[in-house]
C-alpha cells in the first residue's frame, strides 16, 4: 500500500512482511513521599527489543525516494530517571499554594540492524525516535479550595532521528526543541469552570534536518 505524504511529497510504503516486535523490561526504582503531593525518586530502565519496527528513507533511483518500515534484528535501550516535586512553603508559609516538579530521563540506545546494515548511512546509532535525554521543569499553583490552579512548564528534549536512511542518503534528524507552555484553570460560576492554555511562549520552531538540507520548519 503506498500514499504520498503531503508535506514533503515522499512516498509512503506500507510493508506486509513487517513482524511484531517483542520487548523484554527491566525496572529498579526507589521513590520517597516526604508530604502530600511530594515525591524524590530515582530509576534505572533497560529495555531489550527484537525485531523493533523502524521507519526507514530509502532512494528508489536518482530522482526518487520513499519511506517505509523494515524490521531491525534488535536493539537495546537503557538509562536513568530522576523525578522531583517539592512544596515550597518550606521556604514561607505564604508560598504554600506553589510547587515546583522536576524530572530528567537520560537514555541509550544502540540498534543492531542486522540483514539491513550493509545498506544503512548509519549501522552504529540511535533507535529512530529516541532522543539521549529529555527534561521537564514546571512551576504550579493550587488554591487552598482547589478550584483554581495554574501550571508554567518548560520542556527540553534532545535531537531525534526521524527516519533511519540507507546510502547515500543521510539520516533525517529532528532538532533538539525547548518549549515553554503555560495553563490555568478557574471557577466561573456555580459548577462552570474556565481554561487557558498558552503553547511555545518561547516561539520555539520544529525542524528536521537531513545532512545540510532543511526539511521541514515551522
Same mark, same amino acid.
Given at each position: 500500500? @503506498?500514499?504520498?505524504?503531503?508535506?514533503?511529497?515522499?512516498?509512503?510504503?506500507?510493508?506486509?512482511?513487517? *513482524?511484531?516486535?517483542? !520487548?523484554?523490561?527491566?525496572?529498579?526504582?526507589?521513590?520517597?513521599?516526604?508530604?502530600?503531593?511530594?515525591?524524590?525518586? !530515582?530509576?534505572?530502565?533497560? @529495555?531489550?527489543?527484537? *525485531?523493533?519496527?523502524?521507519?526507514?528513507?530509502?532512494?528508489?533511483?536518482?530522482?526518487?525516494?520513499?519511506?517505509?518500515?523494515?524490521?531491525?534484528?534488535? +536493539?537495546?535501550?537503557?538509562?536513568?530517571?530522576?523525578?522531583?516535586?517539592?512544596?515550597?512553603?518550606?521556604?514561607?508559609?505564604?508560598?504554600?499554594?506553589?510547587?515546583?516538579?522536576?524530572?530528567?530521563?537520560?537514555?541509550?540506545?544502540?540498534?543492531?540492524?542486522?540483514?539491513?546494515?550493509?545498506?544503512?548511512?548509519?549501522? @552504529?546509532?540511535?533507535?529512530?525516535? *529516541?532522543?539521549?535525554? /529529555?527534561?521537564?521543569?514546571?512551576?504550579?499553583? +493550587?488554591?487552598?479550595?482547589?478550584?483554581?490552579?495554574? &501550571?508554567?512548564?518548560?520542556?527540553?528534549?534532545?535531537?531525534?532521528?526521524?527516519?533511519?536512511?540507507?546510502?547515500?542518503?543521510?539520516?533525517?534528524? *529532528?532538532?533538539?526543541?525547548? /518549549?515553554?507552555?503555560?495553563?490555568?484553570?478557574?471557577?466561573? /460560576?456555580?459548577?462552570?469552570?474556565?481554561?487557558?492554555? +498558552?503553547?511555545?511562549?518561547?516561539?520555539?520552531?520544529?525542524?528536521? /534536518?537531513?545532512?545540510?538540507? &532543511?526539511?521541514?520548519?515551522?
Amino acid at each position: 500500500i @503506498k500514499s504520498r505524504d503531503v508535506l514533503n511529497g515522499d512516498d509512503l510504503e506500507g510493508n506486509p512482511a513487517l *513482524q511484531r516486535t517483542r !520487548i523484554e523490561n527491566v525496572d529498579l526504582r526507589w521513590e520517597w513521599y516526604p508530604a502530600s503531593g511530594e515525591v524524590f525518586s !530515582i530509576g534505572l530502565f533497560a @529495555k531489550r527489543f527484537d *525485531q523493533p519496527i523502524e521507519r526507514v528513507y530509502r532512494a528508489a533511483g536518482a530522482s526518487s525516494r520513499f519511506i517505509g518500515f523494515v524490521n531491525a534484528e534488535s +536493539a537495546d535501550n537503557f538509562g536513568v530517571e530522576l523525578e522531583a516535586r517539592k512544596s515550597l512553603g518550606f521556604l514561607n508559609a505564604a508560598l504554600e499554594p506553589l510547587s515546583f516538579f522536576s524530572n530528567l530521563t537520560v537514555m541509550r540506545s544502540e540498534i543492531d540492524l542486522g540483514a539491513n546494515q550493509s545498506a544503512a548511512t548509519n549501522p @552504529k546509532r540511535r533507535m529512530v525516535g *529516541q532522543a539521549p535525554y /529529555v527534561f521537564n521543569l514546571g512551576l504550579a499553583y +493550587a488554591s487552598l479550595s482547589g478550584s483554581t490552579s495554574a &501550571t508554567l512548564l518548560f520542556n527540553r528534549v534532545g535531537d531525534r532521528i526521524e527516519a533511519a536512511c540507507d546510502l547515500p542518503l543521510p539520516d533525517v534528524v *529532528q532538532a533538539p526543541r525547548t /518549549v515553554v507552555d503555560f495553563s490555568l484553570r478557574l471557577p466561573v /460560576v456555580g459548577g462552570l469552570s474556565a481554561r487557558f492554555d +498558552a503553547r511555545n511562549l518561547l516561539d520555539e520552531p520544529y525542524e528536521t /534536518v537531513q545532512g545540510t538540507v &532543511t526539511r521541514e520548519y515551522w
